[in-house]
Each structure stands twice: as structure tokens, then as C-alpha cells.
T-cell receptor, first 118, second 112 residues
Framework: AQKVTQAQTEISVVEKEDVTLDCVYE???????LFWYKQPPSGELVFLIRRNSFDEQNEISGRYSWNFQKSTSSFNFTITASQVVDSAVYFC???????????????FGKGTHLIIQP | ETGVTQTPRHLVMGMTNKKSLKCEQHLGHNAMYWYKQSAKKPLELMFV???????ENNSVPSRFSPECPNSSHLFLHLHTLQPEDSALYLCASSPGGGYGYTFGSGTRLTVV
């Protein structure tokens, strides 16, 4: 069975502070994919990143960076110099490999509500 | 516009009503999904459709009935719902192979 744990239910920081959202996962698959999604108040989930389990390189995209550590089954997300517009619920998710028309969905964590105060 | 369109955005229905949620994607994706998002709970996968198969989560009550007439459209038919079914229902599509999922904006359902 797969499981994703986001232990931080809510984080509140002041604008311009750096903030890290934690994600720990469990899976018996040797190959899998990890995702981060952002859910603003409007409701839709916005795709941020997809990471293959074979690729342990950290990634940076502007103010966003991701730290994937297979040894500790963690895939943490850091926002540098946070802004009010970063306020949202952030979800970490796990997917097994899918080939052909295989039909597996994502396993989501409970999400972390990030509040950036001006 | 995310590429996945859901209608209606908001729906209020009585427990004896029958209604349907609609999802449409023209991204050429192979798989479509229904997720339920309740307060304080993780997103729950309800149903999956792909070109080859429909996968159904056995824990989904029969008062929820999916329909996928073609690869671009997905429906969720609702009947005799309960107040605890009130939630945000999200549709998603995926090209397969572990690539990212594109979500719609969801339908906020309230059962009274």
C-alpha cells in the first residue's frame, strides 16, 4: 500500500521568509513518481513538479526548490522569499509507474495550508 | 483555463434529487479520474477510466455512478446522496506513463 504523510497541517510565516513543506512517503514499488500540487482558494490543483524515483537530483525553479532523498523517503518543498500569492494548500502525491493504459491514480497527502502574512 | 473543464462549479441538491457532474478535456489524455475532497481529509480517488479499462474503487457507494462515453468526456451521476457526500469533486486527466495530472477547478457539491 502507498502512503503520503504531510505532518504540517498549517504553516504561517511572514512575507519574504523561507519556508519548507515536508513530505514523507511509503511505497513498495521500486519505481514511482512524486508530485507537488498547489491548490489556491479557487479550488483547482496546479501542477508544480513531477519527480521520477531514479532521479535524485534536487531541482530549483525560481523561488521553488525540491529536495528528494530516497534514503529517507522524503520529498520536501522549499519556497524562498515567500510572497502573499504563495498562500495556498500544497499537496504532495505519489504514483506507481504506469505503462500502457494502466489505471492507477495518485495517492495524496492531507496537504499543508501555507499562510503568508504581509 | 487548465485544459480540464468541470461543470457546474457549484451544485446544491436535495437528498432525493438526481444530478450529474460533467468533465471535459481536449488534451488528448488517455486517462480520466474523479477525486473527492472533503474537509480535513486527503483527496480520495473515486473512479478511473483509461482507454483500456475502467477501474472502480469498491469503497465508493453505488449512489455515485461514473460514465465515460468517449475519451474526452467523463460524468459522475449522483442520486439519493447523503449530507456527508458534500465535498469538492475534482476531475483530472493524464497522458499516462506517470506524467503529471491536469485537474479541473472542481464542483463544490452541497447536499441538503
Amino acid at each position: 500500500a502507498q502512503k503520503v504523510t504531510q505532518a504540517q497541517t498549517e504553516i504561517s510565516v511572514v512575507e519574504k521568509e523561507d519556508v519548507t513543506l515536508d513530505c514523507v512517503y511509503e511505497t513498495r514499488d521500486t519505481t514511482y513518481y512524486l508530485f507537488w500540487y498547489k491548490q489556491p482558494p479557487s479550488g483547482e490543483l496546479v501542477f508544480l513538479i513531477r519527480r521520477n524515483s531514479f532521479d535524485e537530483q534536487n531541482e530549483i525553479s525560481g523561488r521553488y526548490s525540491w529536495n528528494f532523498q530516497k534514503s529517507t523517503s522524503s520529498f520536501n518543498f522549499t519556497i524562498t522569499a515567500s510572497q502573499v500569492v504563495d498562500s495556498a494548500v500544497y499537496f504532495c502525491a505519489l504514483s506507481p509507474p504506469r505503462t500502457g493504459g494502466g489505471a492507477d491514480g495518485l495517492t495524496f497527502g492531507k496537504g499543508t495550508h501555507l499562510i503568508i502574512q504581509p | 483555463e487548465t485544459g480540464v473543464t468541470q461543470t457546474p462549479r457549484h451544485l446544491v441538491m436535495g437528498m432525493t434529487n438526481k444530478k450529474s457532474l460533467k468533465c471535459e478535456q481536449h488534451l488528448g489524455h488517455n486517462a480520466m479520474y474523479w477525486y473527492k475532497q472533503s474537509a480535513k481529509k486527503p483527496l480520495e480517488l473515486m473512479f478511473v477510466y483509461s482507454l483500456e479499462e475502467r477501474v472502480e474503487n469498491n469503497s465508493v457507494p453505488s449512489r455515485f455512478s461514473p460514465e465515460c462515453p468517449n475519451s474526452s468526456h467523463l460524468f459522475l451521476h449522483l442520486h439519493t446522496l447523503q449530507p456527508e457526500d458534500s465535498a469538492l469533486y475534482l476531475c483530472a486527466s493524464s497522458p499516462g506513463g506517470g506524467y503529471g495530472y491536469t485537474f479541473g477547478s472542481g464542483t463544490r457539491l452541497t447536499v441538503v
